[in-house]
């Protein structure tokens, strides 16, 4: 029964993906400032993980390489992102 209930929580997390297919995605490189290691870059990918329309490419100190949903996704997402994780978005380009 709890192995079910792990199943279905996963699906459920999948499922939004698969209606991305067919999307225009475009590749954005980020500049991020404050970044000095691998919990840094730890942080970063948990807060840019959760936005919806996003797929993280790359991830390094000062800088990182997305994919966009242009429908979902801004600068003021991401940079809102960043900063959660307590950094600084400086460009996306
Ligand atoms: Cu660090």
């Known amino acids: 029964m709890h192995q079910m209930a792990i ?3 996963t699906v459920f ?3 939004p993906h698969s209606h991305m297919q ?3 995605m475009k ?3 980020l500049t991020i400032e404050g ?3 691998g919990h840094c870059v730890m942080h970063v990918k948990k807060e ?3 936005l919806s329309g996003l797929t993280i490419e790359n991830i390094e100190i000062g800088k990182a390489r997305v994919q966009i ?3 979902q996704v801004n600068f003021e997402r991401m940079a809102k992102a960043v ?3 307590g950094y600084r978005l400086v460009s996306a380009s």
């Open 27 to 29: 590749t954005q490189e």
């Open 35 to 37: 970044m000095s290691c």
């Open 83 to 85: 900063e959660e994780a």
């Open 48 to 50: 840019l993980s959760k």
């Open 69 to 71: 949903d242009e429908s």
């Open 7 to 9: 199943f279905t929580h």
């Open 13 to 15: 997390h999948i499922e």
């Open 22 to 24: 067919g999307r225009t």
